[in-house]
């Protein structure tokens, strides 16, 4: 892992205009990682716990939720993926980016399982890590920052937006449940937001950059194989014999999703 300061020593982030910056919980059993890792997650802004396995990791976040978790998928004890899974179970949907040295796609596809919302291999540049934990609070709020929401003012509410109908699918974004006819799926929070986001533009092909931008808030290249990933495993969940495929490639540009 390369750990340096940021090429842009002026750049002021979010959170260090006044506002409290986002909290990390970083779980990494490598001392060197780990302390490298906390330190240049500090001189970028972050409030950051680090500790070294997986007890300690679930003891912290269920004391003192961050707003992110990066997680070291191989710790002795319990593990990244069982940190993940039992935060999961919980109903625990604080982002979490999973450390792995697992390069093969089953591996990526073990973090996802999990319900991991990013990864980054080893060995990283730390400036990829804070792409990725931008890209990860963006997600859950529009400014990147947690903060205490505003009071609401007494206007009339706006009725709930309608459900989604393309190719078969059926999507309630309110309540964040979709139906491939009848069959009700079991989807993750990006998994749901990738459909969406195919849903709402079916028979158009969406390119790579556009995905990664719109998902993630983030390209992260074409080398990066998340999307692929993600694609395959929705596809698994959407997917049923004797019905046809929705999600196409196409390839060279995206994928789309139609009914054939």
């Not at 780990?34 to 500790?51: C, K, S």
């Not at 969406?196 to 194989?225: C, M, Q």
Request: charged content about 30%.
């Amino acid at each position: 892992m390369t750990v340096r300061p940021s090429p842009r020593p002026n750049r002021r982030m979010p959170w260090q205009t006044g506002r409290v910056p986002p909290t990390v919980l970083l779980a990494e059993d490598d001392r060197a990682i780990r302390n490298a890792l906390e330190r240049a997650l500090a001189l970028e802004g972050y409030r950051v716990t680090a500790v070294a396995d997986g007890v300690e990791a679930l003891a912290h976040a269920h004391k003192n939720p961050p707003d992110v978790l990066v997680l070291d998928v191989m710790m002795p004890g319990i593990d990244g993926l069982q940190v993940c899974r039992v935060l999961r179970a919980e109903g625990d949907r604080t982002p979490i980016l999973m450390l792995t040295a697992l390069v093969e796609t089953a591996d990526r596809i073990a973090g996802l399982d999990a319900g991991a919302d990013d990864y980054v291999v080893k060995p990283f540049d730390v400036e990829e890590v804070f792409a990725r934990l931008r890209a990860l609070l963006r997600r859950t709020n529009p400014d990147g920052v947690p903060e205490t929401p505003a009071p609401v003012p007494d206007v009339p509410k706006r009725a709930p937006e309608r459900h989604i109908e393309a190719a078969g699918l059926r999507m309630d974004p309110q309540a964040r449940r979709a139906w491939r006819g009848e069959r009700e799926l079991e989807l993750t929070r990006t998994e749901f937001e990738l459909l969406e986001l195919l849903a709402r533009n079916a028979g158009i092909v969406l390119d790579h950059s556009t995905i990664y931008d719109r998902i993630w808030g983030y390209d992260f290249g074409p080398g990066s194989k998340n999307l692929a990933v993600y694609v395959g495993y929705l596809r698994r969940k959407l997917d049923q014999p004797g019905a046809p495929q929705l999600i196409h490639t196409v390839r060279g540009v995206g994928y789309v999703l139609r009914e054939d």
